[in-house]
């Protein structure tokens, strides 16, 4: 089997996801956006079952998925998802000082994620995941 696609490319890939979100949110540099897209990903992942988030991962291409899943305690309690404006809070505690993150920055990288993941298997996967879930990425 040939170096699959994704692992050859996925400093390419990953610049190019860090690109739209910082777009999508309105943010000057992806240096700005990089605690936007940390705080989302893991708000997100502390509100998930291991197998869940597993599942999750295995959607994401190679860079985001590492990120994803890097410094997990699975030992944590699973979160409830909460109000949005919790939520929000929760991504912006991300090295707080530092986080830029706008009002609206699970959207801006759910758009860069459905921008840079396979429409299907993004589709599919958030299918497989509780409502509230689902709901946090737009639906």
């Given at each position: 089997m040939t170096l699959p696609f994704e692992y050859q490319n996925a400093s390419k890939q990953f610049e190019q996801f860090m690109l739209d979100a910082r777009d999508a949110?309105?943010?000057a540099?992806?240096?700005?956006?990089?605690?936007?897209?940390?705080?989302?990903?893991?708000?997100?992942?502390?509100?998930?079952?291991?197998?869940?988030?597993?599942?999750?991962?295995?959607?994401?291409?190679?860079?985001?998925r590492a990120l994803f899943v890097e410094q997990w305690d699975t030992s944590q309690p699973i979160r409830d998802f909460g109000s949005p404006e919790a939520l929000l809070d929760e991504v912006r505690s991300v090295r707080r000082q530092h986080n830029f993150s706008p009002d609206d920055a699970i959207q801006a990288v759910a758009i860069a994620l459905r921008k840079n993941v396979d429409p299907e298997v993004l589709r599919r996967t958030l299918a497989s995941l509780p409502t509230a879930a689902q709901n946090y990425w737009g639906g």
């Open positions: 949110a309105g943010l540099t992806t240096n700005m956006a990089w605690n936007m897209v940390v705080g989302v990903l893991r708000t997100f992942r502390s509100r998930l079952t291991v197998p869940q988030a597993l599942l999750f991962a295995d959607a994401l291409p190679p860079v985001l």
